[in-house]
């Protein structure tokens, strides 16, 4: 079983959707769970994170983690066209110097 | 805002030829990172860097790699002999302290020939 698993997608969907995003892991020692998003030929660019189970919001974006189920999501309200982009789950254990393991990456596109 | 910059936005090379990317942490920034990510597959971590030495690498990161900090502001990932299957994007990042807030760069992408 892959570390972190998240679906490729493609995922379609119309302006003013709700959109959600989903991971699953396979550590029970990932403590640290952060949502990036990638525009197409960027760099990741650091939307959300979360130490803990349950849910953190920040405007139109809230990131949940449910750690009996090593389950995350990421929840977009609202959607916009400049949402579209690939949205990369990553975790970590949070050692020192800890790398970050990332998911595939979901490619989201908004439909104006 | 401070940033990270990477230089050259787009290398080609021929296979078996040594490359060197170049990274520009954000000036108080004290760990570094390089992360690749072939297309249309996921971000995979190669080397943590601090204080002047490896913290962390992964199995990707062979003896054909190498990564130094030659000045106070430059991070370099240096492959020695190249091949085919190096090309991607390579990402480079930082961080002030462990606490996992990495910044990344905008990518150099590799094309080995």
């Known amino acids: 079983q892959k570390e972190v698993e998240q679906d490729p997608g493609p995922l379609s969907v119309p302006e003013g959707a709700i959109v959600s995003l989903n991971c699953t892991y396979s550590n029970s020692a990932f403590q640290y769970f952060m949502w990036y998003r990638q525009y197409s030929r960027k760099g990741p660019e650091l939307l959300m994170y979360?130490?803990?189970?349950g849910n953190k919001e920040d405007g139109r974006f809230t990131a949940q983690v449910d750690k009996s189920s090593k389950y995350i999501s990421l929840f977009i309200r609202d959607s916009q066209p400049s949402d579209s982009a690939t949205y990369l789950c990553?975790?970590?254990?949070?050692?020192?110097?800890?790398?970050?393991?990332f998911g595939k990456g979901t490619r989201l596109h908004i439909l104006p | 805002e401070p940033e990270v910059t990477q230089t050259p936005s787009h290398q080609v090379t021929q296979m078996g030829q040594e490359v060197i990317l170049r990274c520009v942490p954000i000036s108080n920034h004290l760990y570094f990172y390089w992360y690749r990510q072939i297309l249309g597959q996921k971000v995979e971590f190669l080397v943590s860097?601090?204080?002047?030495?490896?913290?962390?690498k992964s199995e990707i990161f062979d003896d054909q790699f190498s990564v130094e900090r030659p000045d106070g502001s430059n991070f370099t990932l240096k492959i020695r002999s190249t091949k085919l299957e190096d090309s991607a994007m390579y990402f480079c990042a930082s961080s002030e302290t462990s606490d996992n807030e990495q910044f990344f760069g905008p990518g150099t992408r590799l094309t080995v020939l």
């Open positions: 990553a975790m970590s254990e949070l050692s020192e110097d800890d790398k970050i393991i």
């Open positions: 979360t130490y803990s189970s």
């Open positions: 860097f601090y204080n002047n030495e490896i913290s962390e």
